[in-house]
């Protein structure tokens, strides 16, 4: 299942207002954002191929046997949410520290 381009724009526009809101919103940090929002796709590849070929998958050898090989999009996904989580650290946005506001909120 792919995940749609509204639910990426919802997501990136939430960490750019979380920005705005903690007074971070330069160019260095909407950059990271994008950088963040970029690993996001990438993560989401990743996660559709190893819904469509699984954790492992079967494979032929150089000489034609068959065999089970380990996904390596599992490894790489632990990288990429790796880095996610340290941008998000970089940011200072996490739970404890998301800046809560209401629609009818300045910002």
């Given at each position: ?12 526009e ?7 809101m ?28 190893i819904?469509?070929r ?15 090989k ?7 996904l632990?990288?990429i ?27």
């Open positions: 299942m792919k995940v749609s381009k509204e639910r990426r724009r919802l997501i990136e939430s960490l750019l207002e979380q920005l705005e903690k007074g971070a919103d330069m160019d260095h940090f909407v950059d990271l954002v994008r950088d963040y929002m970029s690993l996001w796709d990438v993560k989401n590849d990743l996660l559709e191929d819904k469509k699984g954790v492992m998958y079967k494979d032929f050898s150089s000489v034609g046997i068959e065999m089970m380990n996904n390596p999009s599992v490894r790489e632990v990288g949410n790796r880095q996610m989580l340290s941008i998000l650290k970089d940011l200072d946005i996490n739970t404890k520290t998301v800046a809560l506001f209401d629609d009818d909120d300045e910002m």
